[in-house]
């Protein structure tokens, strides 16, 4: 019985971990499709953090960002 119940409690608390994302907004120019002098494809890596959310997974935003 002790068992069956530490499993569903160790469940419950991984489902709850894996339940959120973190998203993060940054105040930089998007480089995606074309290459600058001296950059490279993606995000730039000196551009400044604006602000970070973090999302569960029963919120509307957690499937449609």
Not at 7 to 32: K, M, N
Not at 42 to 59: C, F, I, L, Y
Request: charged residues 30%; aromatic residues 10%.
């Amino acid at each position: 019985m002790k068992t069956l119940i530490s499993s569903i409690c160790l469940l419950a608390f991984a489902t709850l971990l894996g339940g959120c994302v973190t998203r993060t907004y940054v105040d930089a120019p998007q480089h995606r499709g074309e290459v600058p002098d001296k950059k490279k494809f993606g995000s730039d890596p000196e551009a400044k953090v604006k602000g970070t959310k973090r999302v569960w997974v029963w919120q509307d935003e957690f499937r449609n960002p």
